[in-house]
């Protein structure tokens, strides 16, 4: 395991945002979503793919809060430019996001 400072640690913009819109990416090498993330008014909207698709439906995932890296170069994924990086807990195939454990206000930083 490599140590950060924490200088390194808060150059990661960890930030609270709500999905509002999920659509298929037949495209992607691995089954994943497409998903358009509201992050406020600061940072506005901003779209990625997640490998998601074994432990969501898209249906529940519209409206659910999730944390994500907003500050990485964008993404070229298949014909999808991604803009962020959504956190999750990976079990094998398995994604779990993380997420606040109580609604919060969109594009509040996460330390």
């Known amino acids: 395991m490599n140590n950060l400072s924490w200088e390194d640690f808060e150059k990661v913009e960890m930030r ?3 999905i509002l819109e999920v659509n298929d990416f037949p495209e992607a090498r691995n089954p994943s979503f497409q998903l358009l993330i509201d992050f406020g008014s600061e ?3 901003r779209k990625t793919s997640a490998q998601i698709t074994s432990l969501y439906s898209k249906e529940e995932l519209i409206g659910k809060q999730v944390i994500a890296v907003v500050n990485f170069p964008k993404k ?5 430019m991604s803009e962020c990086l959504v956190l999750g807990a990976v079990d094998g195939k398995d994604v779990t ?3 606040p ?3 919060v206000v969109n594009g509040l930083r996460v330390l």
Do not use: E, Y
């Not at 070229?76 to 999808?80: G, P, S």
């Open 97 to 99: 996001l993380l997420q």
């Open 43 to 45: 940072i506005g909207r």
């Open 16 to 18: 609270v945002g709500t």
């Open 101 to 103: 454990s109580k609604d």
């Open 76 to 80: 070229q994924i298949a014909n999808f």
